[in-house]
Structure formats: C-alpha cells, structure tokens
C-alpha cells in the first residue's frame, strides 16, 4: 500500500516542485503497448496457474489426501490475478488517454500551470503502475516459490 500510493503522491508532487515535464508521447505510448501486452499474457498465464492449481486440489480431494490444505497459494494467486488485470487496465487507460492527448495537441494548448500538474500527475500514475507491477512481480515470485518447493499443505 506504501508504495503504490504514497510513493506516487511524492513522486508526482516533486515533479510539480521541480518542473518535470513529460515529453515524447510516442514513445510513452509505444512503450506502454508492449507493457499492457505482457500484461495480458501475464493475466492468461495467472488464470492458468488457478485453473491447474485447482484441479490438483481436485484430484488430491478424489484420493482423499488433500488435509489440512494450505490456503496461500490460491490466496497468492488471486490476489496476483487482480493485481495484474488491475495493471493491464492502467496501462491500457493511460495508453489510450496519452495517444488521444499526443494525437489532438491538447498538453499544448494548457497554459502553464496545467501543464505542470498534468505531467505531474502522469509522474505519479507512471510511479503507481509501477509499484502495481512490482508488487505482482513479487507475489509471482512468492507463489512460485512455494509451489517449488511443494507447499501444499501446512
């Protein structure tokens, strides 16, 4: 929670101080394409994960030696499927919102002061997509790492 919210709120609060602009859409946008498709296969790869893990369970269950099983995994695994869908969503908005806002000229035409607390608040998007990615990265990891290791029950 610590980094995908207040870490944001500083990032994009020092680029309003310091007068950090955003630049080069184009490749904001092309970078972010690629982003929401690893994305997307990372969501189809997390579905499968909780579809076979599920059916192992299943067959323990039929055999009768599935005791005491460990609810981690599966709780790891949803929470990494909603975190992933989560940020395929953002990068997608952010995406589509940059590509209509390069396309139209509309930063240009902002005076200012709008478009330091745009570029600000695309900071702190970027710096919250980040740490959304991070943290699914981290519960990947942590599910696999049980799963490795056959953790299964308690």
């Not at 610590?2 to 310091?18: D, K, L, N, R, Y």
């Not at 590509?99 to 390069?102: E, P, Q």
């Not at 608040?121 to 702190?124: D, T």
């Given at each position: 929670m610590?980094?995908?919210?207040?870490?944001?709120?500083?990032?994009?609060?020092?680029?309003?101080?310091?007068n950090i602009r955003v630049s080069n859409a184009d490749i904001?946008?092309?970078a972010l394409g690629v982003l929401g498709?690893?994305?997307f296969a990372h969501a189809i790869f997390v579905f499968d994960l909780r579809m076979?893990?599920?059916?192992?369970?299943?067959?323990?269950?039929?055999?009768?030696?599935?005791?005491?099983?460990?609810?981690?995994?599966p709780m790891l695994i949803d929470d990494m499927f909603s975190g992933v869908v989560y940020s395929s969503a953002l990068s997608l908005l952010v995406t589509m919102l940059t590509?209509?806002?390069?396309s139209y000229g509309w930063y240009g035409m902002l005076c200012n002061v709008l478009q330091r607390i745009v570029s600000a608040?695309?900071?702190?998007v970027m710096a919250?997509?980040?740490a959304c990615i991070?943290?699914?990265?981290?519960l990947t990891s942590n599910a696999y790492g049980l799963l490795r290791r056959g953790h299964f029950s308690e």
């Open positions: 610590f980094w995908e919210v207040f870490v944001p709120i500083v990032v994009a609060s020092v680029g309003f101080i310091f904001i946008v092309s498709g690893l994305l076979n893990y599920m059916h192992v369970i299943g067959e323990r269950l039929k055999r009768g030696d599935a005791d005491g099983e460990n609810l981690t995994v590509a209509l806002a390069s608040m695309f900071i702190g919250h997509l980040a991070w943290r699914v990265l981290k």
